[in-house]
């Protein structure tokens, strides 16, 4: 197993060129089975998820074609004939959006079997809006052994009305694509507005979708009866763009974030400016510096787009950690996204958790420490610690960052962070 260092106390400067946004990207890869017509997506991100559901979308009959090295990053994906409708549990195990191949099926073929998820340990995380949209469109479904499966009546899946009872991308996006070849109207209130949910339905709209109210709460969708092939840019990854903004604030540095795009960033560029960091758009991308010399502690509350997103609470309270002041940080999406903390504490700071809230009182210094994290969000928020903590900073069980951040250390390291990925000899199991 490998294990990043950073030793603290760099200024980050320069051009950090933003990637294609994993939580687009999956969705899309999944569209690609709606059709029996190549698609091809450029942008497509080089990180582990992707490649899981590479493996998972080739299950399927899939022929999956990917340059990730070239400069369009191209994957071009076709799907002749559907070969399996099971999705297995090996897969579905590693990533939760593996469920997103439900939608795409049921659309398709009338049937699927897709094992129940896994992915990061942040909360409860079920399914079952999911499978109850599903249900609204007239299918059929039973937990059989871990697996849920699902099959429509003679004739396909029926448009339907659905209101969804909490906003959630993931469901949003399995229903985009299901109603997209159901039979009628569909309508889905209380959509989730992510801007992936927006890539999403855009090019379901080049592959022959009908769909009203692109971006808004209330998505209308006039079934088709197929769907083609089509080529499509994802979106620049405003998790990473942010996610990066805290690296230049925290170590008061100046960072142009080449692709960002400020219309995606709105909530966390308040907070931001609020906490001392100023994100402003220019020509291509985004800038992100101290606009005052020191940081200020500022209150955020996670919320659905345009909200403050849960995928940057984690970066926004390493930041807090060390301003000036107190912040309280309320995370509204998901229980237990706190894990972080704990390994925070290691380095020094001052958190006190209280349900599904934060109180953190500035520290005028972190100290490096070995620390473990166990999420996506709250790796990259013990690097971000580690970039300003006085010492080394060993990040362990750097998996998860491998499935969110593309090549992060060459990123960091080119505008100026000392960070290293070396063996670690604490825990050589090779998994
Ligand atoms: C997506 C993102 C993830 C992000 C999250 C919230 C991808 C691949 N992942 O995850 O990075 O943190 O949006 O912005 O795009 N819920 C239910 N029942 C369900 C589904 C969700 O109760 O069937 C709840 C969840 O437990 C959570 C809330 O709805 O409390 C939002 O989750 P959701 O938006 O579905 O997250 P994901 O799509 O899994």
Redesign the pocket.
């Known amino acids: 197993m490998k294990r990043i260092r950073i030793t603290g106390g760099s200024r980050l400067a320069g051009t950090m060129p933003i990637s294609g946004a ?2 687009a990207a ?2 899309l890869l999944a569209a690609a089975l709606l059709t029996d017509e190549p698609v091809t997506f450029t942008n497509v991100p080089n990180l582990a ?1 992707i490649r899981t559901l590479q493996a998972l979308l080739e299950g399927h009959g899939a022929e999956v074609d990917y340059a990730p090295n070239s400069a369009a990053k191209a994957m071009r994906i076709h799907t002749p004939i559907i070969t399996s409708h099971t999705a297995h549990y090996d897969l579905v195990r590693t990533m ?2 593996s469920v997103l191949v439900l939608g795409p099926l049921l659309a398709r073929e009338g049937r699927a079997k897709v094992s129940l998820p896994g ?1 990061c340990a ?10 109850s949209v599903m249900e609204a469109f007239g299918a059929e479904i039973e937990l059989e052994e871990g697996y849920v499966v699902a099959k429509t009546p003679a004739g396909g899946l029926q448009g339907a009305t659905y209101v969804f009872r ?6 949003t ?1 399995n229903a985009l694509m299901a109603a997209s070849m159901a039979r009628g109207t569909s309508v889905l209130k209380n959509a ?1 507005r ?1 801007p ?1 949910v927006v890539d999403l339905a855009e090019c379901l709209v080049k592959m022959g979708a009908k769909i009203d109210g692109i971006g808004s709460d209330t998505l209308t969708i006039e079934g088709v009866e197929r769907l083609r092939g089509c080529e499509h840019q994802v979106v620049a990854d405003r ?1 990473e763009a942010g996610t990066f903004a805290m690296a230049a604030g925290i170590t008061d540095g100046d960072l142009f974030l080449k692709n960002a795009r400020l219309e995606h960033l709105e909530a966390a560029a308040s907070a931001l400016a609020a906490a001392g960091v100023s994100l402003t758009a220019e020509s291509g991308g985004l800038r992100a510096q101290r606009s005052r010399g020191t940081l200020h502690g500022t209150d955020i509350t996670t919320e ?2 345009p909200g403050f ?3 940057l609470q984690a970066q926004f309270m390493g930041l807090m950690c060390v301003a000036e002041g107190a912040s309280v940080i309320n995370e509204h ?3 237990n996204r706190f894990m972080h903390v704990p390994e925070l504490l290691r380095m020094g700071a001052d958190i006190r958790v209280e349900g599904r809230s934060a109180i953190v009182k500035g520290v005028p210094q972190l100290k490096g420490a070995p620390v473990m994290a166990t999420d996506l969000r709250a790796s990259v928020t013990m690097v971000l610690a580690g970039l300003i903590a006085d010492g080394d900073t060993t990040v362990h069980r750097i998996y998860h960052l491998d499935r969110g951040y593309e090549q992060l250390e060459d990123k960091l390291k080119a505008v100026g962070a000392r960070i290293e990925r070396e063996n670690d000899p604490t825990n050589g199991n090779g998994s």
């Open positions: 994993k939580n999956l969705p998820d939760r959006a992915g942040i909360g409860s995380r079920p399914v079952d809006l999911h499978l909490t906003v959630s991308v993931g469901a996006e989730a992510e992936e998790i659905p787009f997103p849960t995928d999406i998901f229980e």
